[in-house]
């Protein structure tokens, strides 16, 4: 028959009430002995509590946000034959007597000499050499008593060395990636008021047994618990808070700021979080920098595509470079929706073949785009809200009309702006149209040529299609997606005749214009385009 085993939280040295900021074990888990069942933190450490047996977990007593104390029962199991930890007792597992308190960083006592202090790495229990992962304070700092001076990592925890006194940071003896041992010195203070917190009676610098650790009555029952490793974590974006690989004291800073550890990318040894860490990303998320912060989208897997076949690998251009996280952002934060028509611009193709010859001789090529910038104007100002964008609870409406226009170009994709387009005659438009496309695939535009514009239209009429999605060019809230003319026969209510359709794809940001205006937007352009007397208006 199975045993029972309690596995209980072990002696905590001076700390009593400890958060349990992560339940890693549920009722049915198997587990060995050393299985990490809980995360504790206090002020000054973050440690598992291990298993002292292996078998199944039958109850979990602890929950996570709950409190315990050394004794504090943590799980039940069913114990596998043989295989509790010598030593224990059946039913209750012996805590490890000043194990998990070693890892609580003590706070060492100091030593003191005439107005300065030396502040010693605590008794580290088993611990030796052990790595320095940040140092928290230079020289002239001021600090208080319990400021974190030094963040050190054994492989099983992670822990801050807090000042034993208040006072101004003299020298640093310590350095990021060395190794320190109890007794080593942390860093010395000058301008001490008086005697240090638990200091040594003597000037002596050795570190006199850890106030925090426990008083140890009996050595230790079994190795220290071991703190889950820090190799062994999850990576980083996939952790909750509980489980990101931070010390205490950056989990502090994280818990004040609201900063949710799971989503910061840590830049330290094995992803470890830093104080900087948290810092750039509450910045990042200031500045409305999500990408910054670390995706928060599923992530799309990345493949090894040369196990299927020969592959070869181009770096982007910098205008890809440059696009694509602004497409991606238009994508991922706007509500497109997308409105689709045709035009019948039978009319407007008979008027621009009669301009053809005066076109020429002004110097300028009429395609249908020229139309279609002149008309798009028009329904702007019938519907202004086309030439708006969102900024918080606000809508700004534009009074201008600077109309960006997608440019295929050897290079990747630009959108020059045609400035004050309502101030252009068709001519003027299609000089614009002109100069700014062969200047785009030249690269010789300049940067304020492709800024400032209020609504965009991606031709893809020279190229083909029916219909596509165009991406939102935000902050503007919407965009014309132009498809190749086709002839189709259209039914005037007495007979079908042949018209030249015009497909237009209207795609809009739906959090400030809604179907109904979608489609109303579409329909006048359409007669605009079909009626195209008011677009000719101004030429000679
Ligand atoms: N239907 C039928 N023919 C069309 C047409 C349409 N909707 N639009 C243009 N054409 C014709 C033009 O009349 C011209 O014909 P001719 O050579 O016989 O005179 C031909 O197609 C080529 O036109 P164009 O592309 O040189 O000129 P444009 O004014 O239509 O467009 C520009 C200019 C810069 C917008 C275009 O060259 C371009 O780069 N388009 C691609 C835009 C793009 O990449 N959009 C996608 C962005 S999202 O990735």
Request: with cysteine; net charge neutral; charged share 20%.
């Amino acid at each position: 028959m199975s045993q029972t085993i309690e596995v209980r939280v072990p002696d905590l040295g001076n700390f009593t009430e400890v958060g349990v900021i992560d339940v890693l074990v549920k009722a049915g888990d198997t587990v060995a002995i050393d299985t990490p069942l809980i995360t504790l933190e206090t002020e000054k450490a973050t440690m598992d509590v291990p298993s002292t047996a292996a078998g199944v977990i039958a109850k979990v007593h602890v929950q996570k946000g709950g409190k315990v104390s050394a004794g504090s029962l943590v799980v039940t199991l069913l114990a596998a034959k043989g295989t509790a930890t010598p030593g224990a007792s059946p039913a209750i597992a012996p805590a490890s007597a000043g194990t998990a308190a070693a890892a609580a960083a003590a706070v060492a006592p100091a030593a003191v000499t005439p107005r300065s202090v030396d502040v010693l790495v605590p008794d580290m229990g088993n611990f030796t050499e052990v790595g320095v992962i940040d140092v928290l304070v230079k020289v002239g700092d001021k600090v208080e008593v319990d400021t974190p001076l030094a963040t050190l990592e054994t492989e099983k925890a992670t822990m801050d060395v807090p000042s034993t006194a208040a006072g101004t940071v003299e020298a640093v003896h310590v350095q990021k990636g060395g190794k320190v041992s109890a007794g080593s010195r942390v860093v010395t203070l000058s301008g001490v008021a008086g005697p240090a917190q638990a200091a040594a009676p003597s000037t002596s610098s050795v570190a006199a047994p850890a106030t925090a650790a426990a008083p140890r009555a009996a050595p230790p029952a079994a190795p220290p618990p071991p703190a889950r490793a820090a190799a062994t974590l999850p990576p980083v974006n996939e952790t909750g808070f509980g489980t990101a690989h931070a010390g205490p004291s950056v989990r502090k800073l994280a818990r004040e700021l609201g900063v949710d550890l799971g989503r910061v990318k840590g830049s330290g040894q094995r992803g470890r979080i830093t104080h900087e860490d948290v810092k750039a990303w509450v910045k990042a998320m200031l500045s409305g920098g999500l990408q910054a912060a670390g995706p928060a989208l599923p992530q799309v897997p990345r493949v090894d595509f040369a196990k299927f076949g020969p592959v070869e690998v181009r770096p982007l251009g910098r205008i890809q470079k440059i696009s694509g996280p602004r497409l991606h952002a238009a994508w991922v934060n706007v509500p497109h929706v997308t409105q689709y028509d045709e035009a019948d611009i039978t009319a407007l193709e008979a008027e621009r073949a009669k301009l053809k010859d005066k076109a020429a001789a002004a110097g300028v090529k009429i395609t249908p785009l020229a139309f279609i910038v002149r008309a798009c104007v028009l329904a702007l100002k019938e519907y202004p809200v086309f030439n708006a964008s969102l900024d918080g609870e606000n809508m700004v409406l534009k009074k201008y009309f600077h109309v960006g226009f997608a440019a295929d170009t050897p290079n990747g994709l630009l959108v020059p702006v045609i400035r004050n387009a309502d101030q252009l005659d068709l001519f003027g438009i299609a000089h614009a149209l002109g100069d700014l496309s062969e200047r785009a695939r030249k690269g010789t535009l300049k940067g304020g040529e492709m800024q400032g514009g209020s609504f965009t239209i991606s031709s893809l009429g020279g190229i083909g299609g029916t219909a596509f999605t165009p991406i939102i060019n935000a902050p503007e809230v919407a965009i014309l997606g132009v498809s190749r003319t086709q002839v189709k026969p259209v039914w005037d209510g007495q007979e079908f005749k042949a018209r030249q359709m015009l497909p237009l794809s209207l795609s809009y940001d739906h959090r400030l214009i809604d179907g109904a205006m979608g489609a109303r937007f579409a329909v006048y352009l359409s007669k605009v385009l079909a009626d195209p007397d008011a677009l000719l208006a101004g030429l000679p």
